[in-house]
């Protein structure tokens, strides 16, 4: 493995201690009840939302500086896994929410005082993709363009915003990639969410025509990626983790809820539920399935195994100051695509298992389902292109297909 090692902090002053992992089970009740009309109003309740600001889930990965948490990832994963349990939309928002919190944390000090000045829970969603356009000012840049799916935007104060810099001078005339910080003020949201799975995360459009971003709202994605930026050298390690490793790391929380509860709704019901058209009056009794049963539990111990190896990983990096390489980063997104896939083919295993009566509009199985296949297609944890990024990094061929890695 081919590191750097970078100056390690000191540790900052301790905060007000709060629990995220218990704060979500404590709110795990309230986000089940919730979710039938989040899903109809395709945006999370304030409800819901409150209830996560209230159990630490939205300050997680916020400096403590700022009165937040800089919670180890192993607890995030835990805590946010515990949320997508109970509401697969509400923690795939908060999983996006925090992402966005690490990466204000990596922006210059300025920035982040302008973000949290007002409490440790404003909330920043963020959209990768650079669907837009920027000209260089001075002071800064003009940016137009329209990003989605923009993911808890109807709950966020700031937009994190995929944007090509061109002429870029820190990169000798080329264009570079980054990610800007934007006001939702400034911005035009559009309703556009109409998929049907993860219906409640709000994913809808967002639009300028004319922002002007100041030099120190400004994230250069490639040193970022390796674990480098102005806010990288504060007064915490939480921000010098890789970028896109962290990120995807707590992806794996939102599959790894979706599985547990679908096993837990199955394992619930085998026991009074008879297996149709056999002599079964319990499912429970049937060795088919609990042969399918404890292969789909088997697959959900694996990938929280893996899911915590990764997140320890992830922070050994940020702790020693250490700078992974490529291949290390490449592994790691090969991982997310691993556990979305093998967390989604437990969760169809399960289903079948339970029966057609899973799809009933009633049962939250179906809802599951419709998450669970939304979700695992997201382009970071897509299996098909995580493996042939950690495939290429393996063999030393390059280039490698992503830049995101």
């Given at each position: 493995?081919?590191?750097?090692?970078?100056?390690?902090?000191?540790?900052?002053?301790?905060?007000?201690?709060?629990?995220?992992?218990?704060?979500?089970?404590?709110?795990?009740?309230?986000?089940?009840?919730?979710?039938?009309?989040?899903?109809?109003?395709?945006?999370?309740?304030?409800?819901?939302?409150?209830?996560?600001?209230?159990?630490?889930?939205?300050?997680?990965?916020?400096?403590?500086?700022?009165?937040?948490?800089?919670?180890?990832?192993?607890?995030?994963?835990?805590?946010?896994?515990?949320?997508?349990?109970?509401?697969?939309?509400?923690?795939?928002?908060?999983?996006i929410l925090s992402c966005a919190?690490?990466?204000?944390?990596?922006?210059?000090?300025?920035?982040?005082?302008?973000?949290?000045?007002?409490?440790?829970?404003?909330?920043?969603?963020?959209?990768?993709?650079?669907?837009?356009?920027?000209?260089r000012v001075p002071g800064g840049?003009?940016?137009?363009?329209?990003?989605?799916?923009?993911?808890?935007?109807?709950?966020?104060?700031?937009?994190?915003?995929?944007?090509?810099?061109?002429?870029?001078?820190?990169?000798?005339?080329?264009?570079?990639?980054?990610?800007?910080?934007?006001?939702?003020?400034?911005?035009?949201?559009?309703?556009?969410?109409?998929?049907?799975?993860?219906?409640?995360?709000?994913?809808?459009?967002?639009?300028?025509?004319?922002?002007?971003?100041?030099?120190?709202?400004?994230?250069?994605?490639?040193?970022?990626?390796?674990?480098?930026?102005?806010?990288?050298?504060?007064?915490?390690w939480r921000h010098r983790s890789?970028?896109?490793?962290?990120?995807?790391?707590?992806?794996?929380?939102?599959?790894?809820?979706?599985?547990?509860?679908?096993?837990?709704?199955?394992?619930?019901?085998?026991?009074?539920?008879?297996?149709?058209?056999?002599?079964?009056?319990?499912?429970?009794?049937?060795?088919?399935?609990?042969?399918?049963?404890?292969?789909?539990?088997?697959?959900?111990?694996?990938?929280?195994?893996?899911?915590?190896?990764?997140?320890?990983?992830?922070?050994?990096?940020?702790?020693?100051?250490?700078?992974?390489?490529?291949?290390?980063?490449?592994?790691?997104?090969?991982?997310?695509?691993?556990?979305?896939?093998?967390?989604?083919?437990?969760?169809?295993?399960?289903?079948?298992?339970?029966?057609?009566?899973?799809?009933?509009?009633?049962?939250?199985?179906?809802?599951?389902?419709?998450?669970?296949?939304?979700?695992?297609?997201?382009?970071?944890?897509?299996?098909?292109?995580?493996?042939?990024?950690?495939?290429?990094?393996?063999?030393?061929?390059?280039?490698?297909?992503?830049?995101?890695?």
């Open positions: 493995m081919s590191t750097t090692t970078l100056p390690v902090d000191t540790p900052s002053d301790p905060v007000e201690p709060i629990d995220p992992v218990a704060g979500a089970a404590a709110v795990a009740p309230l986000l089940a009840e919730q979710r039938p009309l989040g899903e109809s109003r395709r945006r999370l309740t304030d409800a819901t939302v409150a209830a996560l600001a209230d159990a630490g889930q939205l300050r997680t990965w916020v400096p403590r500086r700022f009165g937040g948490l800089e919670t180890d990832t192993p607890s995030v994963i835990d805590a946010t896994a515990r949320i997508s349990a109970a509401d697969p939309a509400a923690g795939w928002v908060t999983m919190d690490f990466l204000v944390g990596m922006l210059e000090q300025r920035a982040q005082q302008e973000v949290w000045s007002s409490g440790p829970d404003t909330s920043v969603c963020a959209v990768f993709n650079p669907s837009s356009t920027s000209e840049w003009r940016v137009r363009g329209r990003w989605m799916p923009a993911s808890g935007c109807r709950h966020a104060s700031w937009a994190l915003l995929g944007v090509p810099l061109a002429d870029d001078p820190k990169a000798a005339g080329a264009t570079t990639r980054a990610s800007v910080l934007i006001p939702m003020s400034e911005l035009t949201v559009t309703a556009s969410w109409n998929a049907i799975g993860m219906r409640a995360t709000g994913s809808d459009t967002l639009e300028t025509a004319d922002a002007f971003v100041p030099q120190h709202r400004v994230l250069r994605l490639a040193p970022a990626l390796e674990g480098r930026s102005p806010g990288s050298y504060g007064a915490s890789p970028l896109m490793p962290t990120l995807s790391v707590h992806m794996m929380a939102v599959y790894l809820g979706m599985a547990a509860s679908a096993l837990d709704v199955v394992l619930a019901a085998a026991g009074s539920k008879p297996l149709t058209f056999t002599t079964y009056s319990r499912a429970a009794e049937s060795g088919g399935v609990q042969t399918a049963v404890a292969k789909a539990a088997l697959t959900i111990d694996a990938m929280w195994a893996l899911a915590h190896h990764a997140a320890r990983e992830v922070d050994w990096w940020a702790r020693t100051g250490t700078r992974p390489s490529t291949a290390d980063r490449a592994r790691v997104r090969g991982w997310t695509g691993h556990v979305a896939a093998q967390c989604r083919e437990a969760v169809d295993q399960l289903v079948s298992c339970y029966g057609a009566s899973a799809f009933a509009e009633t049962n939250p199985l179906q809802a599951t389902v419709r998450d669970m296949h939304a979700a695992s297609r997201h382009a970071v944890a897509n299996p098909i292109t995580g493996t042939e990024i950690y495939g290429r990094a393996l063999l030393g061929v390059e280039p490698s297909i992503a830049t995101l890695i």
